[in-house]
């Protein structure tokens, strides 16, 4: 299509975080468009491990700590809602996950960093320390090079494709979705923006960027800047399996389906999300050292994609100081804060401002000057 | 449906589910069964519905079989080794410690 439309929010990115954001506000009654890029785009929503994450979350950070709480605690009846809109299951199970340590350094180090770590934060969390045999209670297949792990019955996963998919299909009722749209550009114009695109221009009261590491390039637009960096992950699958994986293990779990999902690699390789046979070799040595049956199960895929990662690991939440109502939203953990963006941050979106609580979550925290 | 376009002597003979397959040693597996009227190479592990080869070219993963007690080889990438035996994959395998 040519020519313009309309719309009072324009939302730029059809990714996880976009389409929570654009579902929460067709939820509320706005009148939104989202704007989708394509396959040529990264895709951080397409490329993950689906974890619903909270343990060692906002390490340094409490309110980062204490936002991740609560939106995996707002998990289920988020995902009850969204099952029953959209038709479709979105897996999600929370019975808890493991981070296993391979020595005890590891171990001891991360005790205290989560012991730190609630004493710091208001949501509570618990977390339980374990040696190798109090793992094998729970879970006999694990191996003997694990010293031991923290537990957290907060930990859980969901699938990433299907949650994506069940957010766009009920925005759609309400929403205009618009694949294959890149956004060119995004300009302030007179009250609100306009956004043009190959397939025609729109004008928009308001508009959030959630493009991922796409808003690098569209926040200098209105004002804003967005300190995000790629960090790749490479990850491999395995054929489908009989269910036998009943926990996560922090960079392992088993799907609904069957695979065993794994991967934990952290690249700084600027925007190449190619798979390297040295990192995917160590990967699997990881995988069998933490659970031994693992050597007998094929890998029948692996991928490459990118982290969308700030300074401080911590989402970014502002508003543009020169042109209001221009929104910036980028986070490393769409999946686990779902339910925040499609909830509360929506709402306040909706209203044409963040509220007083998402400030912690400002910019402006990486422009002090260091003392 | 399938047929040799250059028929020639069966050298070789396997076992799919209890019955005997003649065929070629060294032929594509896949290609033996299709030959052979099977359709249903495995039922799938989410609803059981029976699946069969679909791009005969390692990529759809829908020609699963067991092949002498290995789970989830693809038929099409398998060539036949008389006396093998080949059944079809029930669902998810199971792993075994």
């Given at each position: 299509m040519a020519g313009e439309s309309t719309t009072e929010f324009a939302v730029i990115g059809g990714g996880i975080v976009g389409a929570s954001v654009a579902y929460g506000l067709a939820s509320s009654g706005k009148k939104a468009t989202l704007f989708d890029e394509g396959?040529?785009?990264?895709r951080a929503a397409r490329g993950n491990l689906g974890n619903v994450w909270v343990q060692g979350k906002g390490a340094g950070g409490p309110a980062y700590a204490d936002l991740t709480r609560q939106a995996a605690k707002d998990w289920n009846e988020f995902a009850l809602k969204l099952e029953s809109e959209?038709?479709?299951?979105?897996?999600?199970?929370?019975?808890g996950a493991f981070f296993f340590c391979f020595s005890d350094t590891e171990l001891e180090r991360r005790t205290r960093m989560l012991s730190d770590l609630e004493a710091s934060a208001t949501v509570r969390s618990h977390v339980e320390v374990m040696d190798n045999a109090g793992i094998r209670k729970m879970?006999?297949?694990?191996?003997?090079?694990?010293?031991g792990a923290t537990f957290c019955s907060d930990d859980g996963a969901t699938n990433p494709f299907h949650l994506l998919r069940a957010l766009i299909a009920v925005f759609r009722r309400s929403g205009d979705y618009r694949a294959?749209?890149?956004?060119e550009s995004v300009s302030p114009d007179g009250a609100g923006f306009r956004i043009k695109t190959a397939k025609g221009e729109w004008t928009a009261d308001r508009v959030i960027l959630?493009?991922?590491?796409?808003n690098r390039l569209l926040a200098p637009f209105l004002?804003?800047?967005?300190?995000v960096r790629p960090v790749r992950g490479q990850i491999l699958v395995t054929e489908k399996l009989n269910p036998f994986l009943r926990y996560g293990i922090s960079f392992i779990r088993q799907t609904v389906e069957g695979g065993v999902i794994f991967g934990e690699s952290s690249e700084e390789t600027g925007l190449d999300d190619r798979t390297t046979t040295d990192v995917l070799r160590t990967t699997a040595q990881r995988a069998v050292a933490a659970l031994?049956?693992?050597?007998?199960a094929r890998a029948v895929r692996s991928w490459g994609a990118l982290r969308v990662m700030s300074p401080d690991g911590m989402p970014i939440y502002t508003e543009s100081a020169?042109?209001?109502?221009a929104f910036l939203v980028t986070v490393h953990s769409g999946v686990t804060l779902a339910p925040f963006h499609a909830g509360p941050l929506a709402a306040a979106l909706s209203e044409g401002r963040l509220a007083?609580?998402?400030?912690?979550?400002?910019?402006d925290r990486f422009s002090v000057p260091a003392s | 449906m399938f047929q040799l376009l250059d028929p020639g002597e069966f050298d070789a003979a396997f076992d799919f589910e209890g019955r005997t397959i003649s065929a070629f040693e060294g032929e594509n597996l896949a290609a033996a069964l299709l030959r052979a009227g099977?359709?249903?190479f495995r039922q799938t592990p989410r609803s059981g519905a029976a699946r069969g080869p679909y791009?005969?070219?390692?990529?759809?993963?829908?020609?699963l079989v067991t092949v002498d007690g290995e789970p989830n080889r693809q038929a099409c990438l398998e060539t036949v080794r008389s006396g093998m035996i080949v059944e079809a994959q029930a669902g998810s395998a199971e792993i075994i410690q």
């Open positions: 396959d040529v785009a990264f959209s038709g479709i299951d979105l897996h999600f199970r929370r019975l879970l006999p297949e694990v191996g003997k090079a694990v010293v294959h749209h890149a956004v959630a493009a991922g590491l796409g004002g804003l800047s967005a300190p031994p049956l693992l050597a007998r020169k042109y209001p109502g007083p609580a998402h400030h912690a979550f400002s910019p | 099977v359709r249903a791009c005969m070219m390692g990529v759809c993963f829908e020609c």
